[in-house]
């Protein structure tokens, strides 16, 4: 039995491979969540805004106060995915959106061409972080799924559904964009392009059905400022810039330099492996590189939550599982640094004296997870995704 074997053996039991009780399961979080935030959901009370400014012709980005605190990020769109939610009772849309996202993300990975190993195994390894998205009431449940969607439609010959995804997530809260980087796996290029202007200029127009033609071009106009300010005011931020560059940025101190100095080695990283041609037609290695695109958009976004790393995470678990060799001891210890650092920090089951004078303060959220992703780099430019070893 290899060491990947054996760490992921208990995955073979009966039990733990009945999507039954895996769909129950991730059920059963979307409404605990929803129960456990009834008296104090202040994201959802956000999102809920969205649909009724946009019905008002108010800006979407505007301070109010009255309604909630923070103030909204995500596009015009967002419009019109929300409604449903947001014309119901606040008590009703809050359990229906925790419970659709949940089951959103699971519908994604059950679609998927992972084998049943891998679906179980990041079914299991993510839950925890689901719960802790779901508790935030996050849209960014969706985004994992959307990017898990795009990958395997493209995969799968479709594109057109490919793009109506990658469309969605890119005028919602724009993280959808980076499923451009599946372009080049795409047997239908011409196809893909065309479906993405098209559903480009749908979905651009689709929430002028409840506003105004004006009114949306002026909010995305103003989404776009929102989102340029955004940046400077994350940087030191507590709970915002727990990514890469925001671990650094904290560890350091220092406001002086760029990030670009970091996002431009990163970029360069991330594109490298598209030289390898020969090892395109590997299964293996564009799965590889799904988990690059999941981490990388957490690692090095100044905007990543906590939260976030439900995204990260589904990367994580890809990366382990995909590859045709034996997976080493650094590897599970790779695994539980994840889990313990990345994954529980955040909840009770984590020293809270840890969290709040290690963690939080240092964005140390990152660290495992930029660890497994600068990993994931040696070995896509040094591995041969062809060739099983024994």
């Known amino acids: 039995m290899t060491t990947k074997d054996k760490v992921t053996g208990w995955l073979h039991h009966p039990a733990l491979r009945d999507y039954r009780l895996l769909g129950g399961l991730w059920l059963l979080l979307g409404v605990v969540a929803a129960v456990m935030k009834m008296h104090s959901h202040n994201n959802f009370l956000i999102y809920r805004g969205v649909f009724w400014h946009t019905w008002q012709q108010t800006s979407l980005f505007a301070e109010y106060p009255q309604e909630h605190w923070d103030v909204n990020h995500y596009g015009p769109l967002f419009s019109v ?9 606040e008590w009703m849309g809050l359990l229906l959106w925790c419970v659709l996202l949940s089951l959103f993300l699971y519908w994604a990975v059950r679609r998927s061409l992972l084998t049943n190993r891998q ?9 925890h972080e689901l719960l802790t998205a779901l508790y935030m009431q996050q849209f960014n449940i969706a985004i994992a799924a959307i990017l898990l969607l795009a990958f395997f439609l493209i995969e799968q010959e479709r594109d057109t559904s490919a793009a109506f995804f990658i469309v969605v997530g890119t005028l919602v809260k724009l993280y959808g964009v980076v499923g451009l980087a599946f372009f080049l796996f795409s047997r239908h290029k011409v196809r893909l392009l065309l479906s993405l202007a098209v559903w480009g200029a749908v979905l ?10 004006d009114y949306i071009v002026g909010q995305y106009v103003e989404w776009f400022h929102c989102l340029t300010g955004k940046n400077d005011d994350n940087m030191f931020a507590l709970h915002q810039n727990i990514s890469l560059l925001g671990m650094v940025r904290k560890l350091s101190g220092s406001a002086a330099y760029s990030d670009l100095w970091l996002i431009g080695p990163g970029l360069l990283l991330f594109a490298l492996p598209y030289l390898r041609l020969s090892q395109w037609r590997h299964a293996a290695f564009r799965q590889t590189l799904l988990a690059s695109v999941l981490m990388f958009v957490v690692l090095f976004s100044t905007g990543s939550e906590s939260s976030g790393y439900i995204i990260a ?21 790779l695994m539980v640094l994840v889990f313990v650092l990345s994954s529980l920090s955040p909840s009770d089951l984590f ?9 939080q303060p240092y964005a140390l959220k990152a660290l495992p997870v930029a660890i497994v992703w600068g990993r994931l780099c040696y070995e896509i430019m040094t591995r041969d995704y062809g060739a099983k070893t024994v």
Do not use: E, H, K, N
């Not at 995915?81 to 009772?89: D, E, G, K, L």
């Not at 651009?204 to 409840?210: C, E, Q, Y």
């Not at 599982?321 to 599970?332: E, K, L, M």
């Open 351 to 359: 020293p809270a004296v840890v969290r709040r004078s290690l963690v």
């Open 204 to 213: 651009f127009a689709l929430p002028m059905l409840i506003s105004s033609p």
């Open 119 to 127: 679906q179980v195994f990041v079914l299991w390894f993510c839950a």
């Open 313 to 333: 995470l589904v990367g994580v678990v890809v990366w382990y599982t995909c590859v045709p060799w034996r997976r080493g001891w650094c590897d599970v210890a």
């Open 81 to 89: 995915v929300i409604a449903p939610f947001a014309v119901v009772p």
